[in-house]
């Protein structure tokens, strides 16, 4: 799986961060010279980009009050909706990624 992406993206360096599970780690896992696997330290999901999405989202939604699952569903949804690239990557984008990135030599 990670040689087809690394196939479908030939001209990108692409960075993939994982958690420190054991199953992440495997001694035959054989990465293509344009992944980088980017491990945050343990017990930390302030670092992991997708639980920052989900904060900001809960933020937007804090005051809510639905009166059932499907209001709470279609609130959630309409937040999803409005999020761009430039909003995730304004909320994601860690410096260091960056400096993983010039330590490595990209």
Do not use: C
Request: no cysteine; hydrophobic share 50%.
């Amino acid at each position: 799986m990670l040689s087809d992406i690394s196939q479908q993206f030939t001209d990108s360096v692409l960075i993939i961060q994982l958690d420190n599970g054991a199953f992440h780690k495997a001694k035959r896992l054989q990465l293509a010279d344009n992944i980088i696997l980017l491990f945050q330290p343990a017990h930390s999901p302030e670092l992991n980009p997708i639980e920052q999405v989900w904060q900001y989202i809960k933020r937007r939604l804090r005051w809510l009050l639905p009166k059932n699952l499907d209001d709470l569903r279609a609130a959630l949804y309409l937040e999803i909706g409005k999020l761009t690239k430039p909003i995730i990557a304004s909320i994601a984008q860690r410096q260091y990624i960056m400096v993983a990135l010039s330590i490595a030599g990209f």
